[in-house]
């Protein structure tokens, strides 16, 4: 069933627009006028979806390749709506909703109209015999690999209802934990970026005139007030270059996270970073045990799930090391011994695994891995800030003060030789 995209005017005059499906415009325009709106322009949402066009209906939407993958326009949802979603989902399922039904009241309360479309996208495959899964992977810009499996462990199990309560509480917890450490990332880059700006508006407009009225006064400028002098002087002359300069750094940066070394260059550099390297390795290991804690708990055997981790880990080198885990235990090793070897996991998390793995209680053993790396997290972060924090306030008084040495020595000479 088509879906469509429409303007129209409410009873009282207001212009209202919005998207529904019907088998075709005409349709469409029979529901609104039902509802006492009067249509002005409908057409095809083509591109609601992500750049998915409108189908038969009981097919979906199906994609037509019409602009490189990278100008297709993206449906977005934060992780924590997504989680609001997901849980919302598994309450109706809980309480005996069908899941189409439970779909259209999803759909009534989506946040945005590209989340709508893709909603309803998903509620026509599914009536038209898709599984849900399969209607879901229709959309990974929205549901990834990690969500499209676990639900199709969900629906094979019985416990569809039970697997989304679980992908909610691990979507808001991811979201929680990446929002721990962007705040603490936060303060200081507002504190570097702040100092910068202030440090580049002071040598390129405030500081030559000082010095120009300094200088023709001074015979002989003391060394600070030479330094200064020659550093406004550089970025007076070469500031479009300095410019161009950071330009390119960011380009370069762009083009190495593109490639497959030039991330693992990256995020190998991200890991052994000093004050912030141990809370990156620290939020990639939590986010490694949890993921698998709940791809386990869900039913999914441990290949699968070392698979479906390799690819939603959000870093290379941990992803290689997943994979070589996978690989060890295709050749018929347990999951510890590979990772003991590695470094980029504490021996304590080997052991633990390995008493998981004894015990069969390897998921349990996991989310307490998790529970323990997001504590330590927290620690991290409040360490992270707790050095940061006076570092970049001394650093910023120490620049600041030596430029107002630099502009204050001078003014002393000439106020003593005024005296004389």
Not at 57 to 77: D, M, S, V, W
Request: glycine residues 8%; contains cysteine; aromatic residues 6%.
């Amino acid at each position: 069933m088509p879906i469509y995209e429409y303007t129209a005017l409410t009873e009282s005059g207001q212009t209202k627009t919005g998207i529904l499906d019907a088998d075709t415009p005409r349709a469409a325009r029979d529901k609104l006028r039902k509802d006492k709106i009067h249509v002005t322009a409908i057409r095809v949402a083509n591109e609601l979806a992500g750049g998915e066009m409108a189908a038969p209906a009981g097919k979906g939407l199906k994609r037509e390749i019409q602009l490189p993958a990278f100008l297709q326009p993206k449906a977005r949802i934060s992780a924590s709506d997504l989680a609001n979603f997901t849980r919302q989902f598994s309450t109706l399922l809980h309480a005996g909703t069908p899941l189409a039904e439970c779909l259209q009241v999803l759909i009534e309360q989506a946040g945005g109209r590209r989340f709508e479309a893709i909603l309803r996208d998903v509620r026509e495959r599914v009536t038209g015999g898709d599984t849900l899964a399969d209607a879901l992977g229709n959309h990974r810009s929205v549901f990834n690999e990690l969500y499209v499996n676990m639900v199709r462990a969900g629906e094979a199990s019985g416990q569809l209802d039970v697997v989304l309560q679980r992908i909610g509480v691990f979507l808001q917890r991811q979201a929680r934990l990446r929002n721990k450490v962007a705040a603490a990332l936060t303060y200081p880059i507002i504190m570097v970026t702040v100092g910068f700006l202030v440090v580049i508006v002071l040598m390129k407009f405030v500081v030559p005139k000082i010095l120009a009225l300094v200088t023709a006064r001074a015979q002989t400028l003391p060394w600070p007030t030479q330094v200064l002098k020659a550093v406004s002087g550089f970025f007076a002359d070469y500031w479009l270059l300095l410019l161009l300069g950071l330009v390119g750094l960011y380009v370069g940066f762009v083009s190495l996270r593109s490639t497959e070394k030039g991330r693992r260059i990256l995020d190998r550099f991200k890991l052994q970073m000093p004050i912030m390297g141990d809370l990156f390795r620290k939020q990639a290991i939590s986010r490694f045990a949890v993921t698998l804690s709940t791809l386990l708990k869900s039913g999914l055997p441990v290949l699968d799930g070392l698979k479906i981790v390799k690819n939603v880990v959000d870093n290379t080198v941990l992803a290689e090391i997943v994979g070589v885990i996978h690989d060890r235990i295709v050749e018929g090793t347990d999951i510890a011994s590979p990772l003991k070897k590695s470094k980029m996991f504490p021996a304590v998390v080997g052991h633990m695994i390995a008493i998981g793995e004894q015990s069969g209680q390897l998921d349990e053993i996991l989310s307490q891995l998790a529970d323990s790396y997001d504590e330590e997290v927290d620690v991290a972060t409040q360490r992270m800030t707790a050095v940061l924090e006076p570092i970049l306030i001394v650093s910023i008084a120490v620049l600041v003060a030596f430029i107002v040495l630099a502009v204050i020595l001078p003014m002393l000479q000439v106020g003593k030789s005024i005296g004389r």
